[in-house]
């Protein structure tokens, strides 16, 4: 019964890092430019459930803010 408790607790802290880890990764996230600005890409990526997200970047907009995209998967 201990040891249950104590997963559950630990599970729920590793959910809270992860979702912490998303909100700040999200609020990272450059603005996304406008469509026809010069410089800008438009990147789609398909998940690994299938769906596909896109988003517009610049090309100057740093790999690390498309790995947080993808990671945020929104």
């Not at 609020?27 to 990526?45: I, N, Y």
Request: proline share 4%; aromatic share 4%; charged share 35%.
């Amino acid at each position: 019964l201990a040891e249950a408790k104590r997963l559950e607790e630990e599970e729920a802290r590793r959910q809270e890092a992860l979702d912490n880890s998303l909100s700040l990764k999200r609020k990272a996230l450059p603005a996304e430019p406008e469509a026809g600005t010069v410089g800008m890409v438009t990147l789609l990526v398909r998940m690994p459930d299938g769906t596909r997200i896109n988003r517009r970047f610049l090309s100057t907009d740093s790999l690390q803010a498309v790995f947080d995209y993808i990671d945020v998967g929104e």
